[in-house]
């Protein structure tokens, strides 16, 4: 592959080289290292058989794609999943009560474990243990520290990155003064079982969360490294994602992929099976350069 045509393909499927103009210079030899990076690729800068090979099989599935209005930019995929509380059993009597906005009024409906409300409050949407289905309001409101201290140690203790993703605020003096508030999804918007967002059903391995800087609600997305693969239900996915959803933590270039209740992707099983970290994804990103990186490295 000449340099022209190698800067033509890799600039088309979302990396930076700067000038298409036939030389490899320091830009197209850091594009090909990032495409490399990316594939799993040996990384040296070079062009060679398996970096050729690697790139036209993506830019085969990524070109009858590009219509207009629609470019290619690298992405960084997460998953995110249902959380069902009785996976978060109740241990030693400890229980944080959680706040559930219905008809306008605050209400404290039950009491759960610290993991649950936790993990409900990362990955989003939850179902409690008599099948209600609770999904993050998007507000908070003031709590007590202690009644809020178990989160906060339990965060600490399972690694999370920011304790804020365990939906709580720490104060200056690092106290909890804060918790999100959910509230319940009701049966009309129970979709397939996993609930609404901005009047998309979630469907598992064809729904995710975006940031709505760059992405819009409603949009469909094309990620090549998802087509063709296995479902648990034996069909082939079509690379095809719905955008409909968001989250605190998911920013710029950035999706957070639907499984539903898949337990193979559930944290506490060890050999979760693979799929695409950093990927491509085809969408109408209008105005954010093949520059850009923001949310492709964890914050």
């Avoid at 090549?224 to 270039?253: F, R």
């Avoid at 992707?265 to 954010?288: K, M, T």
Wanted: with cysteine; proline share 7%.
């Amino acid at each position: 592959m000449d340099t022209l045509l190698l800067q033509q393909t890799i600039a088309a499927l979302g990396y930076d080289v700067g000038q298409l103009d036939g030389v490899f210079g320091d830009r197209t030899r850091a594009a090909v290292e990032a495409f490399q990076s990316d594939s799993g690729l040996s990384i040296d800068g070079i062009c060679g058989p398996l970096t050729s090979a690697a790139l036209q099989a993506l830019s085969a599935k990524v070109g009858p794609r590009l219509t207009e209005g629609l470019v290619c930019r690298r992405l960084r995929m997460t998953n995110y999943y249902l959380i069902d509380e009785k996976d978060y059993p109740v241990v030693g009597g400890v229980q944080v009560p959680v706040y559930v906005l219905e008809g306008g009024a605050m209400v404290i409906p039950r009491w759960v474990s610290p993991a649950f409300f936790a993990h409900a409050a990362l990955e989003g949407t939850a179902r409690c243990a008599d099948g209600t289905l609770i999904n993050v309001q998007g507000s908070t409101v003031p709590v007590s520290a202690t009644a809020y201290q178990p989160v906060l140690d339990y965060a600490k203790r399972d690694g999370f990155s920011h304790v804020e993703y365990a939906g709580i605020r720490l104060n200056a003096a690092g106290q909890v003064d804060a918790a999100v508030v959910f509230e319940n999804i009701p049966a009309s918007d129970v979709g397939k079982g996993y609930g609404m967002e901005h009047g998309y059903p979630k469907v598992p391995w064809y729904s995710c969360a975006a940031d709505p800087r760059y992405f819009s609600f409603g949009e469909i997305i094309y990620v090549p490294e998802l087509a063709g693969m296995a479902l648990p239900d034996g069909s082939a996915h079509t690379g095809n994602l719905l955008v409909n959803d968001t989250g605190s933590a998911i920013q710029g270039l950035h999706v957070d992929w639907f499984v539903g209740d898949e337990p193979r992707f559930h944290p506490s099983n060890p050999q979760q099976p693979e799929y695409p970290r950093l990927c491509h994804v085809v969408a109408a990103l209008a105005g954010i350069p093949a520059s850009n990186t923001f949310g492709l490295v964890p914050s």
